[in-house]
């Protein structure tokens, strides 16, 4: 086994895939660019060293740096977690190349998956159900064409897609034109690359992703779905295992647990990926992309499969073969995420960088709190500013949900804006806890919540709870207004939401 790894990311990643490494006995080797001199994975490494500045492209996304790092510390195999250069081929073939192992699937495998049009061809050599589109980029006359066989409307989609960039809706021939030179330019700019492709539009899909894992022996197995549809704008809010709709309808798991182990297999793959699923509105499931990384989401998985899924990677980059085959893998009770982000949730998202000065962390019965913050700590502005991942575990949904708000309610950080106000309204919500999700959730649920669609009386009370619900999030200092958890505030809002 290894005896040293670097991780080549921070945050909360950096720091889970730390906690492994030292369950197992492996020394963990950390990176910092400036703004992460203090951060909590710099501090609970064995050892760190510095990358550059700031800016990611100066610092994380250095492949150089990271491989004399690696070099230098005597790490034998290099974690990438998610983002940063966890999908990047060129970074997985350096390792390759310099004899670093690196913790995830060739780098053949990477750049297979990478083109969304190569992805759609191993899914369809495996057998996988693909939403009907073409294979390759195409012209806007192509594209016409697609529209005259198989009808509007059609999403245009970036060959080097993803995050929903380059991707226009088109509901109509008019439109074409504009939308295919707006998709190109934005696919231009993002990805350095213009392509486009075609599918049909799925309307208010669910996202379901299927979990696999996979040695480099040709085995694998699927760990089970989770449910992603709460997004907004292709960032996941809330994520759940097992699924609602696939709770409800037990052979659905098989059906597209099958389909990810093929479309998987189909490029070479082996270590852990998930598969992305759309499902319709009649339960059809469509092989959508290949996140070829760990998720962010992670932790609601290994919650009801009772798997480490970093211990696991870590084990089959070394040349482990799978422990366990599909027939021993089980699902017990029902897990749910939420991601714990500094950002004002009433004035757009708007991200809140700054200084923690108070930080009451849940604990207790069925909580898992996946972070990287601690007192005192400045959330720096340059990254994402996610703070922590709060997951819930329990028999069954409903006690999930319980036992989430209940873990809210015990959160509590101060100096800073966060969502977690916001979670509390989610998981209140008549909508999420029938388990009727779709991509569009969020939206509906705002406009579900605008006061003006309130009859006239309450519309005038609704807006003053709004008022002082926002007040109590910026001035987080009493024990008695904290997250809007005040029992008077807290009765105000419930009144407007019945
Ligand atoms: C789709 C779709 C509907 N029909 N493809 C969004 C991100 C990109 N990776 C793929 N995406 C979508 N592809 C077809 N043919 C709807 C989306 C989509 C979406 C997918 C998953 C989760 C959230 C989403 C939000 C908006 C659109």
């Not at 060293?49 to 510390?73: F, M, N, Q, T, V």
């Amino acid at each position: 086994m290894f005896r040293k790894v670097l991780i080549a990311n921070r945050g909360e990643i950096a720091v889970r895939v730390i906690r492994t490494l030292r369950e197992m006995g492996i020394g963990a080797i950390a990176v910092y660019s400036d703004a992460d001199r203090t951060s909590l994975h710099v501090r609970m490494a064995d050892e760190a060293e510095y990358l550059g500045p700031s800016p990611s492209a100066e610092s994380y996304l250095r492949i150089d740096r990271i491989l004399d790092a690696a070099r230098k510390h005597g790490a034998e195999a290099i974690h990438p977690g998610y983002g940063f250069l966890s999908e990047n081929a060129e970074f997985a073939a350096a390792c390759e190349d310099a004899g670093v192992v690196f913790i995830g699937p060739s780098s053949a495998s990477i750049r297979a998956m990478g083109s969304k049009t190569g992805a759609r061809r191993n899914a369809q050599l495996g057998g996988a159900p693909v939403v009907p589109g073409t294979d390759h980029g195409i012209t806007s006359e192509e594209a016409r064409a697609f529209a005259q066989t198989h009808g509007y409307p059609i999403l245009l989609k970036a060959v080097a897609g993803g995050g929903g960039k380059g991707m226009r809706a088109v509901r109509s021939e008019t439109d074409l034109e504009a939308a295919f030179r707006d998709a190109a330019s934005e696919a231009e700019r993002a990805f350095r690359s213009s392509e486009i492709y075609v599918e049909k539009l799925i309307e208010q899909p669910r996202h379901i992703e299927i979990q696999v894992l996979g040695d480099q022996y040709g085995n694998m197995v699927h760990l089970g779905e989770r449910e992603c549809s709460i997004q907004r704008r292709h960032q996941k809010v809330v994520e759940e295992a097992p699924s609602p709709l696939v709770a409800a309808h037990s052979e659905m798991r098989q059906a597209m647990g099958e389909a990810a182990i093929r479309a998987a297999l189909a490029a070479g793959y082996y270590n852990a990926g998930t598969v992305e699923f759309l499902v319709d509105q009649d339960r059809r499931f469509y092989f959508l992309e290949m996140n070829t990384r760990l998720q962010v989401e992670h932790p609601v998985t290994e919650l009801v499969t009772g798997v480490d899924l970093v211990r696991l990677q870590i084990e089959i980059a070394d040349g482990a073969r799978l422990p366990f085959s599909q027939e021993e893998i089980a699902w017990r009770g029902s897990a749910i995420e939420c991601r714990i982000y500094a950002e004002d949730p009433y004035n757009d998202f708007l991200p809140s960088p700054g200084t923690i000065v108070r930080l009451d962390r849940p604990m207790g019965p069925g909580i898992r709190l996946d972070g990287c913050v601690y007192a005192g700590w400045t959330v720096p502005l340059e990254y994402d500013p996610l703070l922590a991942k709060l997951a819930a575990w329990a028999g069954t949904r409903d006690q999930a949900i319980a036992r989430m708000l209940r873990a809210l309610g015990e959160y509590d950080v101060g100096g800073i804006r966060t969502n977690i106000g916001f979670f509390r309204q989610i998981l209140e919500d008549e909508e999420f806890r029938a388990g009727r999700l779709h991509t569009g959730f969020i939206e509906q649920f705002f406009a579900r919540r605008k006061p003006a669609a309130a009859p006239s009386g309450l519309a005038a009370i609704a807006a003053l709870v709004a008022a002082l619900d926002h007040l109590s999030q910026e001035t987080p200092q009493g024990p008695a207004d904290r997250n809007g958890t005040s029992p008077w505030l807290a009765a105000g809002r419930e009144a407007m939401l019945r």
